[in-house]
């Protein structure tokens, strides 16, 4: 009794939990550069229904900062994250050149801008063109088929430098995520597998 009981709590209690929000693409590097440090990170993530469209255009400005709106008006982007790793003998390598433009956060800066102009592949791949800049942190790309190539990556605080414009040319690809079920899921199926299989036993 006590294990169908706590079966159907867990059951409930999955039920209850929001589905997982949108769809991420990350940075696979399939080509490294001589003009750019290792370790650079990408990582979007789209509305499923975004993704489900096939194509996405946005250009998304800080205008509440000359006096426009300060609501950017999309849903399509839920996010997008953009940084370096760099190893300062820490217990975890630092993020540097750090660009966070957060679950339906808005750019705060006058110069704050993001441009996509994507096609979202069949095979979980995307194509097209990627630029942000945060006002401390800029970089731009765009893809020959799935291949994307990083045309400028420059920073305030280094290592690619705003005097330094040859940092460029690391290749790779965006590549959707596949989620992973969360803990909390993984026990409830299991409870309810177990009191089903009791209950065949009797």
């Not at 079966?7 to 590097?29: D, I, N, T």
């Amino acid at each position: 009794m006590m294990l169908r009981i706590t079966s159907m709590l867990f059951a409930a209690a999955l039920l209850a939990q929001p589905a997982e929000a949108g769809v991420m693409y990350s940075w696979h590097q399939t080509a490294a550069s001589d003009t750019m440090p290792p370790g650079m990170n990408l990582e979007l993530v789209f509305s499923d229904q975004a993704v489900k469209q096939g194509k996405l255009k946005l250009d998304i400005f800080a205008s509440c900062a000359q006096g426009g709106s300060c609501y950017d008006g999309q849903d399509s982007l839920l996010s997008l994250r953009y940084w370096f790793d760099r190893d300062y003998g820490g217990a975890s390598p630092s993020r540097i050149n750090y660009i966070d433009y957060g679950y339906r956060s808005r750019p705060q800066y006058y110069s704050d801008m993001i441009s996509l102009d994507l096609t979202f592949l069949p095979d979980g791949l995307l194509s097209g063109s990627i630029s942000a800049n945060d006002s401390n942190s800029d970089f731009r790309m765009a893809s020959t088929g799935s291949i994307f190539t990083v045309n400028w990556a420059a920073s305030d605080e280094g290592p690619c430098t705003f005097t330094i414009p040859e940092c460029s040319g690391e290749m790779g690809q965006l590549r959707a995520e596949v989620p992973e079920p969360s803990s909390a899921a993984i026990a409830g199926l299991g409870l309810l597998a177990a009191w089903f299989g009791r209950r065949r036993r009797r």
